[in-house]
């Protein structure tokens, strides 16, 4: 292939599609590469999708997207090895007005995104690894060399959209090797159920949906947290840690997971379910402090190659979409101005990313991973003790519930002590506020 | 938390592969400084496919057939940077039905 493009972006998950699609529209010669045999087939998400990014992309995305259910309820479960202590938010006002988040099943999602890619004219090969960027004289990236035959193109600008391990970035030295504090493990299983089964185990109608957010000791004392969502007749389970966590904690990720699954205010849910498939993937979290350099003589870099995820909210692939078109619409308006895709103009991208909520999130928990890696407790004691004291208050003996507080207040006192405890609350307000 | 008996053979049981015979993707430099020089072996029990297995002699062997590609070995390699990992070529590896 000898053809030369304005743009190649290698990759096909929502950055790479939400870039591709943006620049197509705008008029430019687009290129992008997927290295798996159908774009999805190589992506891995909980999954959740937030309206908001897609519908700046593709306003009506609601016709013809594949979607499985939109979210009414949301409940945060925090467990120890017998019991769990949790909330629930569930409102009739979610379903006032278009939905504003989806569980949605990535294989199939990403086909349909990358199907509106090509409609907008964007030429999409997959089944095709790019080896290495292509870099003239000065170092300026000139294009990419794929794992096919005379597999050199050239481009303008190429976008990395390449995904969390960032190989082509690392191999180029624009960024070093992910730490394993930097990035969390995650594991799930897709569960069959019938619909009408996951409707009335999960309380809800035929196109209503629940996602249960997990935390505490089914992460067994590692740094990470659990999930469960309901799509239209599957559910998906996962729990996802720290990398740092897995290599000192010693416990195999699939032995978590199926701990996990067996807890038992968990097993009851899956019960009769049928599994078809087993996911592993990695996912940036270190935030703030360690988003890379994002833009360089003749490339951006976008959604999980530049980190880019707000692990407290767990929100990822609306950061990807907003990053992706971002950098598109930077691009565009670069060329039209006939501006070279140097550095000095490509921060353009990052000064627009900055005023987003991309990077406003990521700023305002930025001391979040730093406070979480010194208190593993939080995922141990503190799920214990709440358990504790609930069920001290519940369970009713003859005691006064005057002595039941004090008992409580004695436990807090013995696990963590006054400071301790302060210290712990202090340290999480200041990284969260 | 009690300890639930799982074979991750099971699990990868249910996914889709297009194994590019005789092309691992990733693989172990030197097979001596497993054996020799890490002394904790995390890949043994990082690995989310069981991908790597503790030899008798010491040693460590990676069969990739089963790889869900999601990069824990090279990042917990860290101290010894021993794990050569690449992408698969273009459409081999695992196939993502639902992702």
Redesign the interface.
């Known amino acids: 292939m000898s053809e030369y493009f304005d743009a190649i972006v290698v990759g096909a998950g929502p950055a790479g599609n939400a870039a591709a699609y943006t620049l197509a529209k705008g008029g430019l010669s687009v290129l992008q590469i997927e290295r798996g045999e159908t774009p999805g087939s190589k992506n891995v998400q909980g999954a959740i999708l937030y309206s908001d990014a897609l519908e700046r992309i593709i306003p009506d995305f609601r016709e013809d997207a594949p979607l499985e259910r939109p979210i009414l309820e949301q409940r945060l479960w925090v467990l120890d090895d017998a019991s769990y202590i949790g909330s629930t938010y569930r409102s009739e006002e979610f379903k006032k007005g278009p939905p504003n988040r989806y569980t949605i099943i990535r294989a199939e999602f990403d086909r349909w995104f990358s199907s509106k890619v090509q409609e907008a004219g964007a030429l999409v090969i997959c089944e095709t690894t790019v080896t290495q960027l292509l870099r003239d004289p000065a170092g300026k990236v000139v294009g990419v060399r794929t794992d096919r035959t005379d597999g050199d193109i050239h481009a303008d600008v190429v976008v990395l959209a390449d995904g969390v391990n960032s190989l082509l970035a690392q191999r180029a030295g624009f960024h070093g090797e992910l730490q394993p504090k930097d990035v969390a493990l995650a594991v799930k299983e897709v569960l069959f159920l019938s619909p009408q089964v996951i409707e009335d185990r999960f309380n809800v109608g035929e196109d209503e949906g629940v996602v249960i957010e997990m935390m505490g000791k089914i992460t067994q004392g590692m740094i990470g947290t659990g999930f469960l969502y309901t799509n239209r007749e599957s559910l998906t389970i996962g729990v996802g840690c720290m990398v740092s966590s897995f290599k000192e904690g010693g416990i195999p990720p699939y032995q978590l997971l199926e701990d996990m699954k067996n807890h038992p205010a968990i097993r009851p849910l899956l019960r009769d379910s049928e599994a078809k498939e087993y996911a592993a993937h990695l996912i940036p979290e270190g935030g703030y402090k360690s988003v890379p350099q994002l833009y360089g003589d003749g490339w951006v870099m976008v959604g999980d190659a530049a980190g880019l995820v707000n692990a407290v909210h767990r929100e990822g692939s609306n950061l990807a979409m907003t990053s992706g078109r971002l950098a598109a619409e930077t691009i565009i308006e670069l060329k039209s101005e006939s501006c070279p895709m140097d550095a000095r103009y490509l921060t353009e991208y990052k000064r627009r990313l900055d005023g987003s909520f991309v990077m406003a999130d990521l700023k305002k928990y930025k001391d979040v991973p730093d406070t979480l890696h010194a208190r593993p407790q939080l995922f141990t004691t503190y799920p214990e003790l709440m358990s504790r004291a609930a069920m001290h208050m519940l369970h009713v003996d003859g005691t006064d519930k005057k002595s039941k507080q004090r008992q409580i207040f004695r436990e807090f006192r013995e696990q963590r002590g006054l400071l301790g405890a302060a210290s712990d609350a202090y340290k999480m307000w200041r990284a969260l506020r | 938390?009690?300890?639930?008996q799982?074979k991750?053979e099971e699990?990868?049981f249910?996914?889709r592969y297009?194994v590019d015979e005789g092309r691992p993707h990733v693989s172990l430099r030197k097979a001596e400084v497993c054996r020799d020089e890490c002394t904790d072996k995390?890949c043994t029990?990082?690995?989310?496919?069981?991908c790597y297995t503790l030899d008798a002699d010491g040693g460590v062997t990676l069969t990739t057939d089963g790889c869900?590609?999601?990069?824990?070995c090279?990042?917990?390699c860290?101290d010894h940077q021993n794990v050569e990992?690449?992408?698969?070529?273009?459409?081999y590896?695992?196939?993502?039905?639902?992702?």
């Open positions: 938390m009690t300890t639930t799982v991750i699990k990868l249910q996914n297009r995390v029990h990082c690995c989310p496919a069981g869900l590609e999601c990069g824990t090279r990042i917990i860290s990992w690449w992408y698969p070529r273009g459409g590896g695992i196939l993502f039905k639902f992702g």
